[in-house]
């Protein structure tokens, strides 16, 4: 792997409105990975690495507000393929 110079990450990574999250580390405590960590500070929201998300979509499946979504795969996205 570290022969070849550099590392395929799957193109569907997951990310946060920061508008949209409440802060409450669901995401964080369901991710198989551990590529979220909540912020600290006065209003925390959560950060996503892109390097360890494997886009499995389960934070976006359990966020409570709807602020995680994965890229290529938002509810409009989805909706769109789907309608005919
Ligand atoms: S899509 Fe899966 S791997 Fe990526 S941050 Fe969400 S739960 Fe973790
Ligand atoms: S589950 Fe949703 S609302 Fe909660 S911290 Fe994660 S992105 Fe924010």
Not at 8 to 30: F, H, K, N, R
Not at 54 to 80: H, K, T, W, Y
């Amino acid at each position: 792997m570290l022969s070849a110079g550099f590392v395929l990450t799957p193109a569907q990574i997951a990310s946060s409105d920061l508008e949209q999250c409440i802060g409450c580390g669901i995401c964080e405590s369901v991710c198989p990975q551990g590529a979220v960590k909540l912020s600290t500070g006065e209003s925390p929201h959560s950060v996503v690495d892109a390097n360890s998300c494997r886009g499995c979509g389960i934070c976006v499946a359990e966020c409570p507000s709807g602020a995680m979504s994965l890229g290529g795969f938002s509810d409009e996205e989805i909706l769109a393929e789907v309608m005919v």
